[in-house]
């Protein structure tokens, strides 16, 4: 059990991988339904990873502009958040009562369907009817794959067998990005022998998206799934409200624990934002869709670096004093990536926005799970998660807004020309100028509510830490 104090300085965040680490991920992956059912989750969220790019997209062409652009954007992914929101304790209990099987394959089967008919029907209000179906369905299917894989491995790989599920989860976003940008490059000349095609490569996308399901709907099928247990304890579904307002009695006698979850929702809203805007943003500069593809490629690149092997290059520093400082340098990111919209400099910088995310987001979690009590630790999760998606919707539907009102009340578009760059200033990106300052915010008071070495500069620890490091070799 922790004793809900801050971890002491210096303790490592991950550790890095070992040969028997090593040797355990092929041992893993030897287990065949695992591997398949690994594949099958893995292939679903490339799916949709690329549903969501090609989704905004979309939205923004079929918006045609103005403020109905931004609004319609953001609709996509309200509409992708909303039934988790409203739905998702119900619809867990609800799948843990069927056959987890053919729920999948159906749920597959249904997603190929649904993002089919997309293109084919070729309208906004049905794009919107279309994903509020999917998530629906993703509801009951996300559960059922969860649920199996403890019955397919065994208790002692079961950490690593969730590992490697978030690798198949959230690696694949960048591989959609690329995919994206791929598609939206091809479709041009494709459009010869499929007329049926758009010329900005969205409906391509939204087609390969779609044949992701049915593959994974094949793949599943061939899974031997093991029979479950006759008798089985049914927990009764708790609401999103009930959930928020247990946890925030928790969390309000908790001043480090009240920091780090401000912190987190500070960041989780300052990026829902970026991504809110962003087709608008890339649109701005002139890139269309590849470009869009390619920012989302780099921000979740920098993601997979931050998480990885930011808290391994960082190891050594104050966690809760790094948890801070990895805000502020994302706020500071996005003030630079806001008033230099140019893609040559966007991009990287959005790789290292991602980074900055990357690490505070993995810290975060992990002083979560080491200050708060096992016993406690559930529901100051769900919390995090359900307070994470209602900050998000909210995010999302007050960001197009407050673009639009910049654009009419600031007489935006505005482009100025220095030397030979030509720079064109919106609404997006004073929003975003807005949200780097909301997270340098977050991060100052991070920093200052769970600052566990006062009096000591980071300099002065960076120092102490290459001292420390040298010493020990």
Same mark, same amino acid.
């Given at each position: 059990m922790t004793t809900g104090k801050p971890p002491h300085d210096g303790d490592d965040v991950t550790a890095g991988p070992t040969p028997a680490s090593r040797g355990g991920l092929r041992? *893993?992956?030897? #287990?065949?339904?695992f591997r398949n059912l690994w594949a099958a989750g893995a292939l679903s969220s490339l799916g949709d990873w690329l549903a969501l790019l090609a989704t905004t997209a979309l939205a923004a062409e079929l918006a045609r502009g103005g403020v109905g652009q931004y609004l319609a954007v953001s609709g996509v992914f309200i509409l992708? #958040?909303?039934?988790a929101i409203v739905l998702g304790p119900l619809a867990g209990v609800v799948a843990d009562r069927l056959d987890r099987r053919i729920t999948m394959i159906v @749920?597959?089967? &249904?997603?190929? /369907?649904?993002f089919v008919s997309i293109p084919v029907v070729g309208t906004l209000w049905w794009m919107y009817v279309a994903i509020v179906i999917v998530e629906c369905v993703s509801l009951f299917w996300n559960?059922? +794959?969860? /649920?199996?894989?403890?019955n397919l491995v065994p208790?002692? +790989?079961? %950490?690593? /067998? !969730?590992?490697? !599920?978030l690798v198949g989860s959230y690696g694949t976003a960048p591989i959609a990005a690329l995919l994206?940008? @791929?598609?939206?490059l091809v479709s041009e000349p494709l459009r010869i022998l499929l007329p049926a095609l758009d010329e900005s490569g969205t409906f391509l996308a939204i087609y390969v998206n779609a044949l992701t399901f049915l593959v994974s709907a094949w793949i599943v099928s061939r899974v031997a799934f093991p029979p479950r247990e006759a008798a089985r304890e049914h927990l009764a579904a708790e609401s999103v409200y009930r959930t928020v307002a247990n946890g925030l009695l928790l969390v309000k006698q908790r001043p480090f624990v009240r920091g780090l979850v401000a912190g987190m929702l500070g960041a989780f809203a300052g990026g829902g934002l970026v *991504? @809110?805007?962003?087709?608008r943003f890339v649109a701005d500069m002139g890139a269309g869709a590849p470009g869009y593809g390619l920012l989302f490629m780099a921000v979740f690149t920098g993601m997979a670096f931050g998480l990885v092997l930011g808290p391994r290059l960082l190891a050594g520093f104050s966690r809760p004093r790094l948890f801070g400082a990895a805000l502020t340098g994302a706020g500071i990111v996005l003030l630079v990536l806001a008033v230099a919209p140019v893609l040559l400099l966007v991009l990287p910088l959005a790789v290292l926005l991602g980074c900055f995310v990357g690490v505070g987001w993995v810290i975060g979690y992990t002083l979560l799970g080491l200050t708060v009590e096992d016993e406690i630790r559930g529901r100051t999760f769900a919390l995090v998660q359900s307070l994470s998606g209602v900050v998000l919707v909210l995010v999302l539907a007050v960001a197009p807004l407050m673009a639009a009102a910049f654009d009419a009340g600031l007489g935006l578009p505005r482009t100025f020309t220095l030397g030979p760059v030509t720079l064109t200033y919106t609404g997006a990106m004073v929003t975003y100028l807005l949200a780097g300052l909301a997270m340098v915010g977050a991060g100052v008071g991070a920093w200052r509510s769970m600052n566990d070495r006062p009096g000591v500069? &980071?300099?002065? %620890?960076?120092? %102490?830490?290459r001292r420390q490091r040298h010493d020990g070799h």
């Open positions: 041992a *893993i992956l030897a #287990i065949r339904p992708r #958040i909303a039934p @749920g597959d089967l &249904l997603r190929f /369907a649904l559960p059922a +794959k969860d /649920a199996t894989v403890p208790p002692a +790989k079961l %950490e690593l /067998a !969730n590992q490697l !599920n994206f940008s @791929g598609l939206a *991504i @809110g805007l962003a087709t500069s &980071l300099v002065a %620890e960076a120092r %102490e830490v």
